[in-house]
């Protein structure tokens, strides 16, 4: 009888402990990932780092739902993290916070002036002794170590979200589309990260997202965690080796100046084929005039928020689909394979046909990306892979019209950049062959992946 009153007793206690247990929790994180000296940027298309002119960082959040795995999001201030790349981080950052690869994400800003990483990548280039080119190995897999080695102190140390908030504000004189088209519907200027031709800066701004979005966590009157997404190209000049943020980086740390004491984290949406081009000349007085026009805009949806209760109504849920990329035709295997083992061609492009191929091979092994989507009420947070057009972003959007839908793009990277079935046509850089490695099929595999996801 003794017992069976203690195991009741027992079980009574562990339900009145799991009930007082709160919907969600937070944890936030924070670590330096800046490169030494000598490390190759941008995937070898930049000069290697000569000097740091500000820090580079890992950063996110570890939500933990009641009686849930946690959820962890990251954002790196890094040009990219492709195939097996994302593997490794997803599976460290996993083991660290006690969830699944799964319930995962990774995003960089896509900073130019920055590394990247695929491991695999680096292990094709290695037989043909081009090891170590791409980006700084050993660098990589300490970043690794140390991100997860935050995750799991931020696991340790959550405290309960009683609150969720979100707003939007307008970027102003920020974000154009690159790609202008002329009379017969093809790319007729593409304006870059800067752009001084005055018969392209003169176009209209064309298809963009102009809004920031700002997502706070609250521990009742005290923000924990403020996620911003703004979508862009995040360069205002680049590619003489001075490690660095960008932009975007400068705008982060303004609004952590106004609000101190949350986290503030950044992500880049599905600005493939957005960028300051319109509005920045590549001077280097632009850059922080951009990361002010910015954090203005930061600052206007932050300000503009609308604060809910998380309470037992509330919905929370993580979800994911796997996609397969199709791979674009272009990518021949023998042909790549003979660029990559032709000596006499610049290093830059036999680097470059790496990637190719390692895609190609990806896809061909079967590899999928995950498409994930973190509901909490009325916020969306939707996690992309590639360098996504913006229609992808507003087309996400409008699946859900009453919520606020906030986009991170440039997840797993190995895809380079992702455009529209019919933009393939069009011509311009980013949906050329040395660009992108898929399909223009891309389009119906992505928008089914993302109507399932948002249902």
């Known amino acids: 009888m003794r017992y069976w009153i203690a195991l009741v007793g027992a079980m009574m206690v562990a339900a009145g402990a799991n009930a007082a247990a709160p919907r969600l929790s937070v944890g936030t994180f924070k670590v330096d990932v800046t490169p030494p000296i000598g490390t190759p940027l941008c995937d070898a298309l930049c000069d290697p780092a000569v000097a740091i002119d500000g820090p580079l960082t890992a950063r996110g959040v570890v939500l933990v739902p009641k009686d849930e795995q946690p959820v962890v999001l990251v954002a790196l201030d890094w040009v990219g993290v492709g195939n097996d790349g994302q593997d490794a981080f997803k599976e460290a950052i996993a083991a660290a916070a006690g969830t699944t690869p799964e319930r995962v994400a ?221 791979p674009g035709k272009h990518l021949n295997a023998e042909e790549l394979t003979a660029t990559i083992a032709d000596k006499k061609l610049p290093e830059f492009d036999r680097l470059q046909a790496v990637r190719h191929l390692q895609f190609l091979r990806e896809c061909e092994a079967g590899r999928q990306v995950t498409l994930g989507r973190l509901r909490i009420g009325e916020v969306d947070l939707l996690h992309l892979p590639g360098e996504l057009f913006v229609e992808y972003q507003l087309a996400a959007q409008g699946l859900r019209p009453d919520a606020e839908v906030c986009v991170a793009a440039y997840g797993d990277y190995g895809s380079g950049y992702i455009g529209l079935h019919d933009s393939y046509a069009q011509g311009g850089y980013e949906t050329s062959d040395r660009a992108s490695r898929v399909a223009p099929s891309v389009e119906g595999v992505l928008m089914k992946g993302i109507q399932q996801l948002m249902k």
């Open 106 to 326: 990774i995003h960089a800003l896509h900073q130019h002036d920055a590394p990247g990483c695929d491991f695999g990548a680096d292990r094709l280039a290695s037989e043909y002794g081009l090891g170590g080119k791409l980006f700084n190995v050993d660098f990589a897999r300490e970043a690794i170590a140390r991100t997860a080695a935050a995750v799991k102190e931020a696991t340790g140390k959550v405290v309960p979200v009683t609150h969720v908030s979100h707003g939007s504000g307008k970027v102003e004189r920020v974000g154009s589309n690159r790609r202008c088209l002329g009379p017969d519907g093809k790319v007729k200027w593409v304006r870059y990260t800067a752009c001084t031709d005055p018969e392209a800066v003169a176009q209209p701004e064309g298809i963009i997202d102009p809004q920031a979005r700002a997502i706070g966590f609250w521990n009742g009157d005290e923000p924990i965690a403020i996620l911003t997404y703004y979508a862009t190209h995040p360069q205002s000049y680049y590619g003489k080796g001075r490690v660095n943020a960008d932009f975007p980086g400068m705008a982060r740390a303004l609004r952590e100046e106004a609000v101190p004491g949350p986290l503030h984290v950044h992500f880049n949406g599905a600005g493939g084929n957005i960028g300051a081009g319109k509005y920045n000349n590549g001077t280097p007085e632009m850059r922080p005039e951009l990361a002010k026009r910015l954090a203005a805009g930061m600052a206007a949806a932050w300000e503009s928020s609308e604060k809910q209760p998380i309470d037992d109504a509330t919905v929370i849920d993580w979800s994911t689909e796997q996609i397969a990329l199709p």
